[in-house]
Antibody, heavy 124, light 108 residues
Framework: QVQLQQSGPGLVKPSQTLSLTCAIS??????????WNWIRQSPSRGLEWLGR?????????DYAVSVKSRITINPDTSKNQFSLQLNSVTPEDTAVYYC??????????????WGQGTTVTVSS | EIVLTQSPGTLSLSPGERATLSCRAS???????LAWYQQKPGQAPRLLIY???SRATGIPDRFSGSGSGTDFTLTISRLEPEDFAVYYC?????????FGQGTRLEIK
């Protein structure tokens, strides 16, 4: 059974960097079929996909245009997890952040496993 | 990016009734990379349908998806009390994945 466990601070100051981690059990971040996503949800923006990382003989990342200049998603194979870094945050980045697995981006399988969500507030 | 527009915004029905939720895309969604999710308060979204019409593991057969191109539908044949929630469509056929704004299904 695949599970995703999120960790990270719930409060970040404006202009600083938001950092979250998603630990994977029951699957591998280096899977040759899955992709590992970050999504956020706020009342003003709804559900917003932020980006993903996946391994296909080498590592790839895709990022949403809205955050492309500020986001980094990194895999950590030694800990079987992946992380989100969002730089230069503003109050508009306040949201519930989720990690999620897409079991096979080469096939239309959806995002079948989600983390528990982390509420992040950007405030001084 | 592909914009998904869901309708109606809110649907008020009674248990036992049939629910029909719509999701319209601003351009064609490739290879039916269209999914539906259910979300209840304080929970993460739950995958219901992928590939426009395939039920995810453990999803009851009262949930069904249909459609292609730009028009997709989620149908719940007979509403159970636990089905009242918010439903989102998602397209994942392009490098930029997008979600609809959601349909709230409430008890009438």
């Amino acid at each position: 059974q695949v599970q995703l466990q999120q960790s990270g601070p719930g409060l970040v100051k404006p202009s600083q960097t938001l950092s979250l981690t998603c630990a994977i059990s029951g699957d591998s971040v280096s899977s040759n079929s899955a992709a590992w996503n970050w999504i956020r949800q706020s009342p003003s923006r709804g559900l917003e996909w932020l980006g993903r990382t996946y391994y296909r003989s080498k590592w790839y990342n895709d990022y949403a245009v809205s955050v492309k200049s500020r986001i980094t998603i990194n895999p950590d194979t030694s800990k079987n997890q992946f992380s989100l870094q969002l730089n230069s945050v503003t109050p508009e980045d306040t949201a519930v952040y989720y990690c999620a697995r897409d079991p096979g981006i080469a096939a239309p399988l959806g995002m079948d496993v989600w983390g528990q969500g982390t509420t992040v507030t950007v405030s001084s | 990016e592909i914009v998904l527009t869901q309708s109606p915004g809110t649907l008020s029905l009674s248990p036992g009734e049939r629910a029909t939720l719509s999701c319209r895309a601003s351009q064609s969604v490739s290879s039916s990379y269209l999914a539906w999710y259910q979300q209840k308060p304080g929970q993460a979204p739950r995958l219901l349908i992928y590939g426009a019409s395939s039920r995810a593991t453990g999803i009851p057969d009262r949930f069904s998806g249909s459609g292609s191109g730009t028009d997709f539908t989620l149908t719940i044949s007979r509403l159970e009390p636990e089905d009242f929630a918010v439903y989102y469509c998602q397209q994942y056929g392009s490098p930029s994945i997008t979600f609809g704004q959601g349909t709230r299904l409430e008890i009438k």
